[in-house]
């Protein structure tokens, strides 16, 4: 029997999807220029059991597998290989459970962040985890890529809240991962070894997620600059302040003017970078770290400073951020970066963008969740210009050197995908390197999980 035949009895009919044009919206994600191809088939699993089901009659075939959420992923991580079954999860999109006493919540991997945000929030409870995609972007895709966001300066990465999983491994066996409790330490941490392997390792079918008590009020700090350089060196000053704000958000004067063209925001900032940063600490001691990090802004080379007091403004500012990259996705295609370096060397890192920019002739704009040393400079070029597109390809690679060389990494939350993989073989160690294609061929020992991707 053929796989086709084989799925088709084996689930249920609207399951399989086959229409070219739809099987076409599954090619690739957001990563430009990453390289895909077409699938034989999508399937749109509803339980864990149907997951399962595929991933069984994959291995009979020997048919890669890739797995995708809502595909707004930055690295090429979902793209579909020639011939591959995509299973798209975004349909698994119940919230099980939100427990308010042991302050957990179990949901399906196609959740959307906000919507997971927003149901904890009914219960008094929050999720930290908080990429500017949240709007968009699946739960399962940011476990997948072990997500950041704009609060994971003070409150981490997805990794910090991951608690346990259900999972089909490389073997066609459905398990779970990890623990409900407060503390467990019962073998090797196999749960956080999924998150972050972008569906090498196995496909996350239900996760467990630690939640927090609601975020106390955030009082907000602006800082118009002249220069990027001058607003690197503010956060490098907040953080040698000893500050821990619990955002700290940079972005230029391309960004905000393409939010505001396309969304009629109404922003008239007239600076060329602004930094937005927050602190949410409750009381006196929270004004006093807004009005310290209003000083570090000031003493950086702000040529305007203030700690807000229009909580419309502040809140449209960083909504502003959200919408930054596609805002200037509508003006030709970015190259997303993802580099993340030593906060002291913030500064450096920015001038170095700037100059690589001049240096290839190219323009980049610049977002970044500053306050953790995680840049996302924006490479944009013409559409349908082959120079433009080279040279934006080498600017980018020399920007993963520079980070490398200042003791940085090539992602900081985006993931490896297909863009970053020679950028990961400069930065581990090839011992570390075949400790990592150990796992895989352990967890994954036919290699049908997302092959291609990451160090494969």
């Given at each position: 029997m053929s796989?086709?035949d084989?799925?088709?009895?084996?689930?249920?009919?609207?399951?399989?999807?086959?229409?070219p044009?739809?099987?076409?919206?599954?090619?690739?994600?957001?990563?430009?220029?990453?390289?895909?191809?077409?699938?034989?088939?999508?399937?749109?699993?509803r339980?864990?059991?149907?997951?399962q089901?595929?991933?069984?009659?994959?291995?009979?075939?020997?048919?890669?597998?890739?797995t995708?959420g809502?595909?707004?992923?930055?690295?090429?991580?979902?793209?579909?290989t020639a011939?591959c079954?995509?299973?798209?999860?975004?349909?698994?999109?119940?919230?099980?459970?939100?427990?308010?006493?042991?302050?957990?919540?179990?949901?399906?991997p196609?959740?959307?962040?906000?919507?997971l945000?927003?149901a904890?929030?009914?219960?008094?409870?929050?999720?930290?985890?908080?990429?500017?995609?949240?709007?968009?972007?699946?739960?399962?895709?940011?476990?997948?890529?072990?997500?950041?966001?704009l609060?994971?300066?003070?409150?981490?990465?997805?990794r910090d809240?991951?608690?346990?999983?259900q999972?089909?491994t490389?073997?066609?066996?459905?398990?779970?991962?990890?623990?409900?409790?407060a503390?467990?330490v019962a073998?090797?941490?196999?749960?956080?070894?999924?998150?972050?392997?972008?569906?090498?390792?196995?496909?996350?079918?239900?996760?467990?997620?630690?939640?927090?008590?609601?975020?106390d009020?955030?009082r907000?700090v602006?800082?118009?600059?002249?220069s990027?350089?001058?607003?690197?060196?503010?956060?490098?000053?907040?953080?040698?302040a000893g500050?821990t704000?619990?955002?700290l958000?940079?972005?230029?004067?391309?960004?905000?003017?393409?939010?505001?063209a396309?969304?009629?925001?109404?922003?008239?900032v007239?600076?060329?970078?602004?930094?937005?940063?927050?602190?949410?600490?409750p009381g006196?001691?929270?004004?006093q770290?807004?009005?310290k990090?209003?000083?570090?802004?000031?003493?950086?080379?702000?040529?305007?400073?203030?700690?807000?007091?229009?909580?419309?403004?502040?809140?449209?500012?960083?909504?502003?951020?959200?919408?930054?990259?596609?805002?200037?996705?509508?003006?030709?295609?970015?190259?997303?970066?993802?580099v993340?370096?030593?906060?002291?060397?913030?500064?450096?890192?920015?001038?170095?963008?700037?100059?690589?920019?001049?240096?290839?002739?190219?323009?980049?704009?610049?977002?970044?969740?500053?306050g953790?040393?995680?840049?996302?400079p924006?490479l944009?070029?013409?559409r349908?210009?082959?120079?433009a597109?080279?040279?934006?390809?080498?600017?980018f690679?020399?920007?993963?050197?520079?980070?490398l060389?200042?003791?940085?990494?090539?992602?900081g939350?985006?993931?490896v995908?297909?863009?970053?993989?020679?950028g990961l073989?400069?930065?581990?160690?090839?011992?570390?390197?075949?400790?990592?294609?150990?796992?895989?061929a352990?967890?994954d020992?036919?290699?049908?999980?997302?092959?291609?991707?990451?160090?494969?």
């Amino acid at each position: 029997m053929s796989l086709l035949d084989l799925l088709r009895t084996s689930l249920p009919a609207d399951r399989v999807v086959l229409d070219p044009d739809i099987v076409a919206t599954y090619h690739h994600d957001e990563a430009e220029w990453a390289p895909y191809g077409a699938p034989l088939v999508v399937v749109r699993p509803r339980t864990a059991d149907e997951v399962q089901t595929v991933v069984r009659a994959c291995l009979a075939h020997e048919t890669p597998v890739v797995t995708r959420g809502a595909g707004t992923g930055l690295s090429g991580g979902a793209n579909a290989t020639a011939g591959c079954v995509v299973i798209a999860l975004d349909g698994m999109n119940a919230i099980v459970e939100i427990d308010q006493l042991e302050r957990y919540a179990v949901v399906q991997p196609g959740v959307i962040n906000d919507d997971l945000r927003a149901a904890c929030a009914e219960h008094g409870l929050w999720y930290p985890p908080d990429p500017a995609s949240s709007p968009w972007s699946t739960i399962g895709g940011n476990v997948a890529t072990n997500a950041g966001g704009l609060c994971c300066v003070k409150y981490g990465v997805t990794r910090d809240y991951v608690l346990g999983m259900q999972v089909v491994t490389g073997t066609g066996d459905l398990v779970r991962l990890g623990h409900k409790t407060a503390k467990g330490v019962a073998g090797y941490d196999l749960a956080g070894l999924m998150v972050g392997s972008e569906g090498t390792l196995g496909i996350i079918t239900e996760i467990t997620v630690k939640l927090r008590p609601l975020q106390d009020p955030q009082r907000t700090v602006a800082g118009y600059f002249d220069s990027i350089v001058d607003a690197g060196r503010a956060v490098s000053a907040v953080a040698a302040a000893g500050l821990t704000p619990s955002a700290l958000e940079l972005i230029d004067r391309q960004c905000l003017v393409a939010v505001d063209a396309w969304k009629n925001m109404g922003l008239s900032v007239d600076a060329n970078v602004v930094l937005l940063g927050r602190v949410d600490t409750p009381g006196l001691i929270g004004d006093q770290e807004a009005e310290k990090m209003h000083a570090c802004f000031s003493e950086a080379g702000a040529t305007w400073a203030a700690v807000s007091t229009d909580a419309e403004e502040a809140d449209a500012l960083f909504a502003a951020r959200r919408l930054a990259y596609p805002a200037m996705e509508r003006l030709g295609p970015v190259l997303t970066e993802d580099v993340c370096v030593p906060k002291k060397h913030v500064p450096e890192m920015l001038s170095r963008i700037e100059q690589i920019g001049i240096e290839f002739g190219t323009t980049i704009a610049n977002i970044a969740h500053a306050g953790d040393g995680n840049l996302h400079p924006l490479l944009i070029t013409p559409r349908d210009d082959d120079e433009a597109r080279r040279r934006a390809q080498a600017a980018f690679a020399t920007i993963i050197d520079a980070a490398l060389e200042l003791g940085g990494t090539v992602t900081g939350e985006h993931g490896v995908g297909l863009l970053k993989k020679d950028g990961l073989v400069q930065e581990l160690d090839p011992v570390v390197l075949n400790m990592h294609r150990a796992v895989k061929a352990a967890l994954d020992p036919q290699g049908i999980l997302n092959p291609g991707k990451v160090f494969s």
